[in-house]
């Protein structure tokens, strides 16, 4: 029973160096995963909004394309067709 002080110190010791490192890589993980993670859920949050305001754009093109040909309006006699446009939407970069 009679232990010396640097006995218990020493025994107390060893049973916390053991202990100190348990559990951490998985702390360590976890921390840099979602630090890592953070930057690419930005880039993927800007990019959905540019694709999102891109699909609304295009559908109130569609919709004003249709709204104008349903109401059976003329275009106004100062509005010229091209004869090119055919030509022009049919190349495959849009020019010609």
Not at 2 to 23: C, F, K, M
Not at 24 to 46: Q, T
Not at 56 to 64: D, F, L, S
Request: without cysteine; hydrophobic residues 45%.
């Amino acid at each position: 029973m009679n232990r010396s002080l640097v006995d218990v110190v020493g025994t107390r010791w060893r049973l916390l160096a053991g202990r100190s490192e348990r559990g951490s890589a998985m702390v360590e993980f976890h921390f840099l995963g979602i630090v890592l993670m953070m930057p690419l859920v930005y880039i993927l949050i800007a990019v959905f909004s540019a694709q999102s305001a891109t699909y609304g754009v295009t559908q109130a093109a569609r919709e004003a394309g249709r709204v104008f040909v349903a109401s059976g309006q003329r275009p106004p006699p100062n509005v010229r067709r091209s004869s090119r446009s055919p030509t022009i939407a049919s190349s495959p970069s849009g020019r010609r």
